[in-house]
């Protein structure tokens, strides 16, 4: 190698590279492509997925809690964080349809309306 070829430092790399994540969030803030919702009603809690299990058969589940919790909200099943029991959401399907957390009553023809109807007040 020649005495004339630049030489880059370790530190002046890592500057470099810090420099272009700042001016990256820095430009992308600006133009408006990082969204900040104030609204809490359409964000996603979690992604879930149930285990199909057969009787007698064994699975593997990790033994650290989610830091979730379940509750039945109007007949639904609501699922709510640990540190802020206020936010809850409603679980749904694929399809966007509620998923019950009690058999719904033969006499009772729209169940979903009653979440309709307090959510409205």
């Known amino acids: 190698m020649s005495d004339n070829e630049a030489r880059y430092t370790v530190r002046s790399l890592i500057v470099t590279g810090i420099v272009a994540i700042i001016g990256t969030v820095l430009v992308l803030e600006a133009t408006g492509r990082i969204d900040h919702t104030e609204h809490k009603d359409h964000v996603p809690v979690g992604d879930f997925k149930a285990i199909h299990i057969q009787p007698g058969e064994s699975f593997r589940m990790s033994r650290k809690s989610s830091e979730l919790h379940a509750v039945c909200e109007n007949g639904?099943?609501?699922?709510?964080?640990?540190?802020?029991?206020?936010?809850?959401?409603?679980?749904?399907?694929?399809k966007n349809r509620g998923v019950r957390c009690q058999r719904p009553s033969p006499t009772d023809v729209d169940p979903a309306s009653r979440v309709h109807e307090q959510s409205d007040d």
């Open 76 to 94: 639904y099943l609501a699922i709510a964080a640990d540190v802020d029991p206020s936010f809850r959401g409603i679980l749904v399907d694929y």
